[in-house]
T-cell receptor, first 118, second 111 residues
C-alpha cells in the first residue's frame, strides 16, 4: 500500500486566516481525495484532486473556501480559507490506484491534519 | 447517505473472535463491500473487501451472505489494539467512486 504523509499534523489558527495542508505520497497514484472529519463525526468527502485540472467538489464545498492543487501524481494541497471555528476538524487525504492502471481500488488514507480554529 | 447500517457499538473480550455485522440490503450487482477501521486520532485503515465470495487476509475474514444483503467482518483473535470504529461501505469498483462513510461500529476490546 502507498505511504502517505501530511503536513502539518496539527495546527491552531486564528479565525480569518488560511492554512494550506500538504499531502505527499511515496508513489505515483491515479486518484487523490480530500476528506473532512468534524469532531465526533464520520468522514465527509470534500473534493477529488485532479492532476492538471480543477478539483471536483462535492455538494456543500466550494473552491473559494477549499482551493486544491495537484501539480503531479504524488502531491496535493488543500487550503482552508478565511477560517472560522466551524472549520475545526481533521482533514485527511486519501489515494487510490497506481500509475499503470488498475492496481488497486482500495483507498489509503493519510494520518490527518487536526485543525483548531480559535 | 451511507447505504449500510451497522450497530452503534459492540464489546468483545480480548482473545475472542469479534464478529461485526453490516446490512446492505440495497447493494447493486457491481458494488463491493469494503471494511475500514479508524483507531483514535489516526486515518482510516483499509481492512478487506469482497464482491460475493468470502475473503480472508492477515487482518480479518469477510463473510458475505448469498443474497449479498449483509456481511460480517470477523477478527479471529481480538486484541486491545483492535479497539476502533469499524466502517462498512459499499462501492462500485471504478476509479473515482466516492467512499461514503456512515457512523460505523465502535468496537471496544476488553481485557
Amino acid at each position: 500500500s502507498a505511504v502517505i504523509s501530511q503536513k502539518p499534523s496539527r495546527d491552531i489558527c486564528q479565525r480569518g486566516t488560511s492554512l494550506t495542508i500538504q499531502c505527499q505520497v511515496d508513489s505515483q497514484v491515479t486518484m487523490m481525495f480530500w476528506y473532512r472529519q468534524q469532531p465526533g463525526q464520520s468522514l465527509t468527502l470534500i473534493a477529488t484532486a485532479n492532476q492538471g485540472s480543477e478539483a471536483t467538489y462535492e455538494s456543500g464545498f466550494v473552491i473559494d473556501k477549499f482551493p486544491i492543487s495537484r501539480p503531479n501524481l504524488t502531491f496535493s494541497t488543500l487550503t482552508v480559507s478565511n477560517m472560522s471555528p466551524e472549520d475545526s476538524s481533521i482533514y485527511l487525504c486519501s489515494v487510490e490506484g497506481g500509475p499503470s492502471g488498475r492496481e488497486s481500488y482500495e483507498q489509503y488514507f493519510g494520518p490527518g491534519t487536526r485543525l483548531t480554529v480559535t | 447517505d451511507a447505504k449500510t447500517t451497522q450497530p452503534t457499538s459492540m464489546d468483545c473480550a480480548e482473545g475472542r473472535a469479534a464478529n461485526l455485522p453490516c446490512n446492505h440490503s440495497t447493494i447493486s450487482g457491481n458494488e463491493y463491500v469494503y471494511w475500514y477501521r479508524q483507531i483514535h486520532s489516526q486515518g482510516p485503515q483499509y481492512i478487506i473487501h469482497g464482491l460475493k465470495n468470502n475473503e480472508t487476509n492477515e487482518m480479518a475474514s469477510l463473510i458475505i451472505t448469498e443474497d449479498r444483503k449483509s456481511s460480517t467482518l470477523i477478527l479471529p483473535h481480538a486484541t486491545l489494539r483492535d479497539t476502533a470504529v469499524y466502517y462498512c461501505i459499499v462501492r462500485a469498483d471504478n476509479y473515482g467512486q466516492n467512499f461514503v462513510f456512515g457512523p460505523g461500529t465502535r468496537l471496544s476490546v476488553l481485557p
